[in-house]
């Protein structure tokens, strides 16, 4: 779907690893880009710059924008920053998970450059990209609703087959699903949700999955 002045969604799969209390996973990610011709915000900056890049082909990039601090979303944003000069935006509820990855106040530690909060608005082509807060997998897990394009990206939030896994340190079950009752289920039916890893679905199909 292509909404105002030509603003799209673009993907791509990076493939790596997720590490977390102690385990390690290997992982596919997706990789989200939405904007037109010219410009284009990141969504999550996983694994691999060039294949990130890649996916951008050669727009200016205005924002990386991470959904949650697992490294396997954020692991690359410093390096995606360096090469495109674009700004790392996190909510910063999830600072003790980037700092598993990243370090926090001790020398050589590189923090995100701005917060996101809950309901504010990114621009991108005339396009507006709501940032919806969803803790539950992780404390300051977002989702990015996009109603110019009918679809929200929904990190590890929400999956075609339910909530995403909250089995772990920093996340809670009944938080999630409260974060999808309350937030994502209030968006139209018919809403593509692209996720973090694996494939598409809709907020009608989830809901039918939910209540069942």
């Keep these: 779907m292509t909404g105002p002045r030509g603003v ?3 993907h791509g799969v ?3 690893t997720f590490s977390l209390d102690g385990e390690t996973y290997d992982v596919d990610n997706n990789v989200w880009v939405i904007g037109d011709d010219e410009q284009c915000l990141v969504i ?3 694994h691999d710059v060039d294949a990130i890049l890649a996916v951008v082909g050669g727009r200016a990039v205005k924002a990386i924008v991470c959904t949650h601090a697992h490294d396997d979303h954020v692991r690359v944003a410093p390096e995606l920053r360096r090469r495109t000069g674009a700004p790392v935006l996190l909510h910063p509820d999830d600072r003790p998970l980037w700092e598993l990855t990243h370090g926090g106040d001790e020398e050589g530690a590189e923090l995100w450059d701005v917060d996101l909060a809950d309901g504010q608005t990114l621009t991108i082509g005339g396009a507006a990209v709501t940032v919806i807060h969803t803790p539950g997998h992780a404390p300051g897990a977002v989702c990015l609703y996009v109603h110019d394009l ?3 990206f929904t990190g590890d939030t929400l999956f075609q087959g339910g909530p995403g896994a909250t089995g772990r ?23 593509v949700v692209h996720t973090g890893h694996g494939p598409d679905t809709t907020i009608g199909a989830e809901r ?5």
């Design 14 to 16: 990076v493939s790596g």
């Design 169 to 191: 340190s920093y996340s809670d079950e009944d938080l999630i699903k409260e974060s999808i009752r309350s937030r994502l289920l209030e968006l139209p039916d018919e809403t």
């Design 150 to 152: 009918g679809c929200v």
């Design 8 to 10: 799209r969604v673009d």
């Design 44 to 46: 999550d900056a996983p």
């Design 208 to 212: 039918e999955r939910l209540a069942g």
